[in-house]
């Protein structure tokens, strides 16, 4: 049986991020995130363009994706239900374009 490697799941995600042709992230630093956002700093080929909020930094990735056909943004755990749902008004345009889109959250115990 052949041995697999370990990596960590950030690693390989950025990893993965890059092979799609992914070159920036936009989003929020906050406390859940922070780790994530540190291997990214210290990945090559790949910026961290962090934004003053989430619903900016939506329409942001939301602009960056129709130019691109990719894009990624990364929030904090959000800070506010209200700038969360802020965050998810951006992306309605995204959805209502027929644009992929692909969430994901990470909660803490």
């Given amino acids: 049986m052949t041995k697999m490697a370990k990596m960590r799941v950030a690693v ?3 990893k993965r991020l890059k ?3 992914v070159k920036h992230l936009f989003g929020l630093p906050g406390d859940f995130n922070l780790e994530f956002l540190s291997l990214v700093e210290d990945e090559e080929g790949i910026e ?8 900016n930094s939506g329409y942001v990735a939301d602009g960056y994706a129709r130019v691109n056909k990719i894009s990624v943004s ?10 969360f749902d ?8 995204i959805l209502g ?8 959250r990470t909660f803490s115990n």
Avoid: K, V
Avoid at 86 to 93: G, M, T
Avoid at 97 to 104: H, I, K, M, P, V
């Fill in 48 to 55: 961290w363009i962090g934004g003053c909020n989430e619903l």
């Fill in 74 to 83: 990364i929030d904090s755990y959000f800070a506010t239900p209200i700038m």
């Fill in 86 to 93: 802020s965050s998810n008004d951006s992306f309605s345009h």
């Fill in 12 to 14: 390989y995600l950025i």
């Fill in 97 to 104: 374009d027929s644009y992929d889109l692909w969430c994901g």
């Fill in 19 to 21: 092979q799609l042709g």
